[in-house]
Every structure is written in C-alpha cells, then in structure tokens.
C-alpha cells in the first residue's frame, strides 16, 4: 500500500515550518495556541518592524503567557502527527470489521440458546 499524502490543512503546517524555519516544538505551539499558518507572515515582520519580536520568539511567548509552561509535554512533528492518526483510523476500521462479522454471523450459542416450539410450556 502507497503511503498516504498529506492533507492540505497539515501541508499547510509543514510548509510555513520550512518558510518561517520553525522548529517541530514551534508549530505544535502555534497549532495549540490556533494560529493560521496563512497568516504567520505577518507576524514573522520584524526585520521592517523592529519592535516586534522573531516570529519563532513571538510563538514561544505566547505559549508561555497561556499554558504556563516553555513547551509542549509530549512533541511531535506533523508527519509523524499525521502517521499516528493514519495508524488509529485504521485499527478503528479493522475494529469495526471485525464487530461487523461478528454480528453477521450467527453463534453455536445462539442457536442452541433459544428455545424451540417443543420446550413452550403452554
């Protein structure tokens, strides 16, 4: 099976990390705090705006100011992101195949389980 291909929204990601040179941490901040990687370039300004912070700076501040803490617990980047989600939707698919079956399929159990015309005591 080929591997999947990225989805717009986290190809997104992955091109403003190489286009602003942010690190794995960084984006998974700037994912957490909600910003648009669309709009980063406006933020990512302080060469013309100098009182602005660096845009890598900018994300790790605010991640501070919010949560209270200098980085995420657990990082990850996108892709590998990406392969844990790819990995749960197919052990949910296989999961669901399998209760599929099993409701289609009868049981041993079940057929002598159920009483027949005979056993009525009526």
Do not use: C
């Not at 286009?19 to 406006?42: I, Y």
């Not at 705006?49 to 949560?67: A, H, T, V």
């Not at 209270?68 to 999961?95: C, H, M, W, Y």
Request: cysteine-free.
């Amino acid at each position: 099976m080929k591997p999947k291909k990225l989805p717009a929204d986290l190809q997104e990601w992955v091109e403003a990390r190489r286009r602003h040179r942010l690190s794995h941490s960084q984006v998974q901040m700037a994912r957490e705090l909600g910003l648009n990687p669309r709009k980063l370039g406006k933020i990512d300004n302080h060469d013309q705006e100098p009182w602005k912070l660096p845009l890598p700076q900018f994300i790790e501040e605010l991640y501070q100011k919010r949560f209270g803490k200098t980085a995420p617990d657990n990082v990850l980047s996108i892709e590998e992101k990406f392969q844990l989600r790819v990995a749960k939707q197919a052990e949910r698919k296989a999961a669901r195949a399998t209760a599929k079956n099993e409701i289609h399929q009868p049981s041993e159990t079940d057929t002598e389980a159920s009483p027949s015309s005979d056993d009525v005591p009526f």
